[in-house]
């Protein structure tokens, strides 16, 4: 018998289409078509500056965004040769790991609701709300938050982060204790994900598989310990691994990977550089709407020395923060919002940033770099031929390997084995079709 699951089915979240050969109750043959939700991103970059492709890469996996922005950023600066400041490192390293668990935790929660276990399903979708907060008042946003930048992040971590942070992981760990004591040794669980759906190493090797799964079948390799970037050769962290590659293994890695973050997290910010702002040798201090009344009236004398107060989204954006979190580059960096308004030269850097036909202009050349995705090994390959848009922005979506493999881990299993299987594969759509 022919069975389409998909992609109207529930489990199949609207974007992708099983086709599936059964004989009885069991899967003979699987075909998946995806392609539900392309929408041209590689195109959307090529027709925009390079600044103007980082929200492109917030909905590419848009559960654990922050990555994307990083790996992409990254690419571009390897390609225009810029170091970035230590604290902005660190800082990537802290967003990116937040990210990582927010993934895990809607990965988990999700396959756990669809066998059945609703509980664990809202245990974690509680978790994963606390760091949702400290994302937002970090980037300003929640889920499409274009926090990174060529050369650094949008803004400083805000005051106060490292208590809020530190009260919000103890609360994620609980939650994980919870789902841990409810799952791993539930013995409906465990007959539902243990011995189904298996991927072989040989298997995940030929299909270029890597993150959670590829490590779950046994493959040792994370980007982040076999290519360190950003500040990650600092930090002191586990890789867990599986030995059947079945989606036990798949979840019991995955769980593994949330406790190993919330390490990477603590020692983040625990080994952070820069301290304190203080205000300048003046004391002055003005809202920014004053600045900018001041600026247009040609009252500028004086306000180099000034810092300005800006709404919380623009927070840390100020001069006394900007040097923190931003390299002292000029062909890609814009001037804090005092020399823009306050002085002739900032406000041309600003200009030349912005405007068409000028903005950021990589020299001509390629470069690839690759970032340890939620899903695996994300990569971004950028080429540039000088101009301010790029001329080629080419992605490695870490789940489209694992959605090329899924017919092996379906084929010879029951159809009640379809939704768990796929699910342990976490699949996200944006970074699928692109």
Known sequence: MLVNVGPSHPAMHGVIRLVTELEGETVVKVEAEIGYLHRAFEKSCENSTWTQSIPYTDRLNYVSPLINNFGYCAAVEKLLGIEITERCKYIRVLMSEISRITDHLTCIGASAMEVGAMTAFLYFIKAREYLYEIVEEVTGARLTISYGRIGGVKADLPQGLEEKLETDLKKVEKELYQVDKLLTRNRIFVDRMKDVGVLTAEDAISYSITGPMGRASGINYDVRR??????????????????????YDRYLVRMEEMRQSVRIIRQAMKQMPGGAVNVDSQGKVVQSFELVDQAKMGRTEGLVDV???????????????LKRVMPAERRVILPPKEDTYGNIEGLMNHFKIIMDNHGIRPPKGDTYFAVEGANGELGFYVVSDGKDHPYRVRVRPPCFFGMAGLHRMLEGYMVADIVPTFGSINMIAGELDR
């Open 226 to 247: 076999d290519f360190p970037y950003f500040v990650y050769d600092r930090m002191e962290f586990d890789v867990p691994l599986g030995e059947k590659g079945d989606n």
């Open 307 to 321: 810092v300005t107060t800006v709404d919380p989204t623009l927070e840390g954006t100020q001069r006394t923060f």
